[in-house]
């Protein structure tokens, strides 16, 4: 038979405290205070409404001298009410190390994460951990076995890049895409991007050992065993750089020109404002790639400054706004669609593009690339480079400047 404590009671293998306000009071307080223990301990419990006695005692006392220093009137609402000064002690149950869930965790980490990290960077973590979820989030971290990661990690190996655009991967989960990969596509992700993978779910199960969630990672050995592949940019041919520029996209032009003549990424080109381009006297334009209130950069190492060509000055002293953004209404979502349009109406630029600018990257395949193969199509010389006025003649000042970082070092 359990032990009787003087205002609480055992329901559930839990004790509960409850003691009624004074009715004079109810109006105010309501008509009790009530809390569960939190444990099933009659010597816990015990102690723990010892205390809550304590702060009942408390809010009779300040809900008493509130009535007095108030006259009466109409009921207040519950957002009307007034705020007593005494704050009600919180018990939680005793939680061996690993017994909370996957899923759980996995939740607590991504609203960190999502404070540091950049839109980008935290896109590909919560992907990472949302295929780690699907699989495992119904386990206790705690179960999380070496067997586990292997199996995670040969699923891994069989996605496919575009498995999340078919209708039936939507919601799917790690196993259902696997299946799916394996079923419609024949090529697979990157090693690169497999590792990435396995690397965040393994950066998640070491933020748990610091939380005190897990004694060891224990997928801390596991790595992807192909060998990272080396894929050069892509670069647009001559033709289709001039199907590009002569199609004269109402939506696109300008930023098109200004990826091949500087090898912005789309989203720093749709980022730009008209603070960021500065004169330098004789040395003409350039243009600060920096992180403004509209966007941020893909990496701190994306800073820099690069030189406009004299067609870029045309278009900012003739076509482009004096303030603010320079292309207002363009977003990279915007820029993917419409460069899709375009290799709709002109099928000799399938295949380019789509992964560059999937990945965030100028319109271009490779802007870099352009520079120097297919910048004489655009100017209609046989130049090899954007030129600037300088005091070293007719030297291309982008051939000879870093690409990024300080222009003049020492």
């Not at 444990?39 to 007095?68: M, P």
């Not at 960021?276 to 243009?287: C, E, H, K, Q, S």
């Amino acid at each position: 038979m359990s032990p009787q404590i003087k205002y609480a009671h055992k329901t559930h293998n839990t004790w509960v405290y409850r003691r009624t306000y004074p009715k004079a009071l109810q109006p105010l307080l309501g008509s009790a205070l009530k809390q569960s223990l939190k444990t099933g301990d009659a010597r816990e419990a015990k102690l723990r409404v010892a205390e809550l006695n304590q702060t009942f005692t408390t809010i009779i006392k300040e809900a008493q001298a509130h009535a007095l220093a108030t006259p009466h009137t109409a009921t207040p609402t519950a957002a009307q009410g007034p705020r007593l000064a005494v704050g009600r002690p919180r018990y939680q149950r005793a939680r061996l190390v690993g017994e909370r869930l996957v899923a759980e965790l996995a939740q607590a980490y991504l609203a960190e994460v999502s404070q540091r990290l950049r839109p980008g960077s935290y896109k590909s973590v919560r992907f990472a951990l949302g295929l780690l979820g699907s699989h495992l989030g119904k386990y206790a971290v705690g179960d999380l076995s070496v067997n586990h990661g292997k199996e995670v990690l040969g699923y891994i190996t069989q996605l496919s890049p575009n498995v999340r655009k078919y209708r039936q991967g939507k919601d799917a989960g790690l196993a259902d895409l696997a299946s799916l990969s394996m079923s419609a596509e024949s090529v697979t992700l990157a090693p690169q991007t497999q590792a990435r993978i396995l690397k965040q779910m393994s950066q998640f199960l070491d933020w748990c050992v610091g939380e005190g969630e897990l004694g060891a990672n224990p997928w801390e050995a596991l790595k992807v065993k192909d060998r990272p592949e080396v894929h050069p940019h892509g670069m647009l041919t001559d033709e289709q750089v001039s199907i590009l520029l002569g199609a004269k996209d109402r939506v696109l032009h300008c930023a098109l020109l200004f990826g091949l003549l500087t090898g912005m990424r789309s989203g720093e080109i749709c980022g730009l404002m008209a603070e960021d381009i500065t004169a330098m006297g004789n040395l003409g334009r350039f243009v600060s790639i920096r992180p403004n209130a509209v966007r941020l950069l893909k990496s701190k190492a994306a800073e820099r400054e690069v030189p406009l060509h004299g067609v870029l000055e045309q278009l900012l002293d003739t076509t482009l706004p004096t303030s603010g953004r320079l292309f207002p209404h363009l977003t990279v979502d915007k820029v993917v669609k419409r460069y899709a349009h375009l290799r709709r109406l002109h099928p000799e630029l399938h295949g380019t593009g789509s992964t560059a600018l999937a990945s965030g990257s100028s319109p271009s395949a490779s802007a870099q690339g352009f520079r120097s193969t297919s910048l004489p199509v655009l100017l209609g010389t046989n130049q090899r480079g954007p030129k600037t006025s300088s005091p070293m003649g007719s030297t291309p000042l982008a051939s000879v400047m870093p690409r990024s970082g300080r222009l003049w070092r020492g």
